[in-house]
């Protein structure tokens, strides 16, 4: 099976690692061989990135572009243990759909059991659909917990590029990352893939993430990149 869909990536509205736009992302993905581009730049209260007029406005601008179906998101940052993320549902129900994560710029590291709560209120937000990079080593996070907030809500969880990629930028955590997609595989959970590309160098690169799930022997129908259909379907069941 191809991968279709990549969820996670970033232009130069994120403020950091790039000034390629949304045009050029498109244009690599078409490349690649992606029918589906998800931008999800930072939101708002990452230092540098776009505001919520930007956001708000996302819904005005094209659909497909170089012939891939542009989905609008944004990778949200959990703030505090209640849920808090920075847009509110008047912006998010414009966009194609949300992600979340913990960033060490919005939120300071406290123990496991805080982390775990930040994301797991963040994902009873019905317009939250995945959790970015669980595997962050910068957190503690129980990750049978988020689990299994994960099936109860409807969540996907991400198996990062950057966290399987000898080159990513982030210290690696594989062995949760191998945790994670076991607990997923037994519970039932949809993963979602994400290049976390900061412009257009990795954008649809999921070798390392293929050859992980492959060691695992994870099914493949849990995995929505390969079936954007699913994909849709998690954003409608959560809005419901
Ligand atoms: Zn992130
Ligand atoms: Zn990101």
């Known amino acids: ?27 690599r993905a078409k490349e690649r061989g992606i029918a589906y581009l998800g931008i999800t730049d930072h939101a708002p209260k990452m230092p540098g990135s776009a505001s919520e007029n930007y956001f708000r406005n996302l819904r005005y601008c094209d659909r497909r572009v170089h ?19 920075d847009l509110d549902e008047s912006v998010l129900c414009h966009l194609d759909y949300a992600l979340v994560s913990l960033h ?10 805080l982390n775990t ?23 503690e996070i129980d990750v049978k917990t988020l689990a299994e907030k994960a099936k109860q809500t409807g969540t996907m969880l991400e198996l990062s590029s950057v966290g399987v990629s000898p080159d990513g930028y982030r210290e690696k955590c594989v062995e949760r990352l191998v945790e994670m997609l076991l607990l997923c595989k037994q519970k039932g959970v949809y993963v979602m893939l994400g290049s976390d ?10 070798t390392n993430s293929l050859k992980l799930l492959k060691a695992l022997d994870f099914p493949q129908e849990l995995v929505v990149n390969f079936n954007p259909e699913k994909f849709f379907e998690i954003v409608k069941n959560k809005r419901k």
């Not at 060490?104 to 059991?113: A, F, I, S, V």
């Open 117 to 139: 709560l930040a994301l797991t209120s963040a994902m009873e937000n019905k317009f939250v659909v995945g959790v970015c990079h669980p595997d962050d080593p910068t957190y």
């Open 197 to 206: 590309s900061h412009g257009i160098s990795k954008i649809g690169d999921f």
């Open 1 to 27: 099976m191809n991968v279709k869909m990549d969820l996670h990536t970033h232009t130069l509205a994120s403020g950091h690692y790039t000034t390629d736009t949304l045009t050029d992302l498109a244009k």
């Open 67 to 85: 012939g891939v179906r542009i989905l609008y998101g944004v990778e949200l940052n959990a703030l505090d243990q209640m849920g808090t993320v």
């Open 104 to 113: 060490k710029q919005t939120y300071k590291p406290q123990d496991m059991r």
